[in-house]
Structure formats: C-alpha cells, structure tokens
C-alpha cells in the first residue's frame, strides 16, 4: 500500500478510537452520578472530598522511581551493559510500586490506629 493511504487509515482509526474513548468516559460519568443518586448521595460531594494522603503517595512514588533510575544506573555501570535499556525502565517500575505499596502500608496503619 501506499504511505499516504496509510496514513490516512491511521488518522481515521485513531481519531475514531479517541471519539470511542471520550464517549466512554463521559458514558460511565454519567452512570456513576445516576448510580450515586439513587443512593441518596449528592454527585457534585464527590468532587470536595479531602484526600489527605495524596501528597504521600505522589512522593513515595515518585522517591521510588528515582530510587530505581539510581539501582539501574548503578547495575548497569556495574555490569557495563549499557545497550540495555529494559533494565532501566524495569528497575523505575519496581522503584514505583515499592513507593506504592510503601503508601499504602502508611496509610493502612494510619487508619488502624484510629479505630
């Protein structure tokens, strides 16, 4: 095939899957709010509710991943192995969702100290 029928294939697959996308989105908005006030709940409550430990979480993550950029670069000097690159993004994954899961531990003990 041609490269500029191609491209337009991709332009009409890809502008149809974001219309796809944001219909769905707005789809289950809306049911989620019919969902709440079915149950007597007011939906626009949801959006001033605190979240107090989301600063936690972001800063645990983001400590994680630059915990895991260093490991990586660490073990990839250490090995010289440089042309690697799965090594490093495995090694920031790992960092993330030892941040996460550092997070949630946090905010477990939290609430169980309270009751």
Request: glycine letters at 10%; one cysteine or more; charged letters at 20%.
């Amino acid at each position: 095939m041609d490269k500029g029928v191609l491209a337009i294939i991709w332009l009409m697959i890809s502008s149809l899957g974001l219309l796809i996308l944001i219909f769905g989105i707005r789809y289950l908005m809306s049911r989620e709010n019919l969902a709440m006030l079915e149950k007597g709940m007011n939906p626009k409550d949801k959006i001033n509710r605190p979240a107090p430990y989301t600063n936690l979480k972001w800063g645990l993550l983001l400590f994680g991943a630059g915990a895991g950029l260093a490991l990586s670069y660490i073990i990839t000097y250490m090995l010289h192995d440089y042309d690697n690159p799965a090594l490093w993004f495995a090694f920031i994954a790992m960092g993330g969702g030892c941040g996460l899961i550092a997070s949630y531990r946090i905010e477990k003990k939290e609430l169980l100290d309270r009751q």
